[in-house]
């Protein structure tokens, strides 16, 4: 069981990121478009991860999901159009293609963080999730393209190996005492009593409540975009899946 989420919507996501599809239950409807499900496969925005897209169909009616939040910690989905009622009995899809490149992302962004985090001493200041690429924001003195590109081929290397990538629960005490656990900060609430661990195996742990695959093989390739000085310390880097 997965109590990272003490919301009424179970959050299937987290438990198993590769489900495509479930059914639910409209817990509540605000505004004829704010949905709420006993239990959802949509990622709501957060973490630095894009939110999922898709549809909830109840019968022969379609709604697109459009956007999904959390609200008052119920994950909300927002539909193009109202129609849904407390107690429908749906069917939930999500836009997989957008949503397994997310993964992919995802899963390339802790790498890349890691191999740099660990040999340049940077610190990971943001990231950003987007459709087609991956923002990196990090405290480092000196960095240019020519050093952003010896870190994708060194992550490269490591997305062509069979790793694995895992989570797992731990106490909150326990988990902040791996070092560099919350590289990524914001990626998961603060005052909960445990924490979700994503790990890829030999490589990296964080605390994280987003979506990844579950092998570093599955990841593909990623290529340079560009680098950008914002400051004195400050770096921008900007990468893509190939
Ligand atoms: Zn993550």
């Known amino acids: 069981m997965v109590t990272v989420v003490k919301a009424m919507t179970q959050a299937l996501y987290l438990e198993d990121s590769y489900l495509r599809e479930c059914d639910g239950t409209v817990v509540s409807v605000k505004e004829g478009k704010y949905v709420v499900l006993n239990q959802t496969i949509f990622y709501p925005k957060g973490g630095g991860q894009p939110w999922d897209i898709g549809k909830i169909v109840k019968d022969n009616e379609t709604y697109s999901v459009v956007y999904v939040r959390k609200f008052s910690g119920e994950i909300s989905h927002e539909v193009d159009h109202a129609g849904l009622k407390e107690g429908d009995k749906v069917h939930c899809v999500l836009d997989w293609q957008r949503r397994y490149r997310l993964m992919r992302s995802h ?24 459709e087609d690429k991956i923002r990196f924001d990090f405290s480092l003195e000196k960095f240019d393209p020519e050093t952003l590109t010896e870190y994708i081929d060194k992550a490269n290397k490591l997305f062509r ?6 989570w797992y629960e731990l106490p909150r005490e326990e988990a902040l005492k791996i070092p560099g656990v919350i590289k990524m900060a914001e990626a998961f609430p603060p005052d909960i009593p445990r924490l979700r661990i994503v790990e890829v195996v030999g490589i990296d742990r964080q605390a994280d409540g987003g979506t990844h695959v579950n092998n570093l093989k599955e990841v593909g390739q990623i290529r340079a975009l560009k680098t950008e000085n914002k400051g004195k310390h400050n770096r921008r880097v900007y990468f893509a899946l190939t």
């Open 107 to 130: 899963t390339a962004a802790h790498v890349f963080a890691s191999l740099l985090c660990t040999y340049t001493g940077a610190l990971v200041t943001g990231n950003q999730l987007e």
């Open 161 to 166: 190996k069979d790793i694995q990538v895992r």
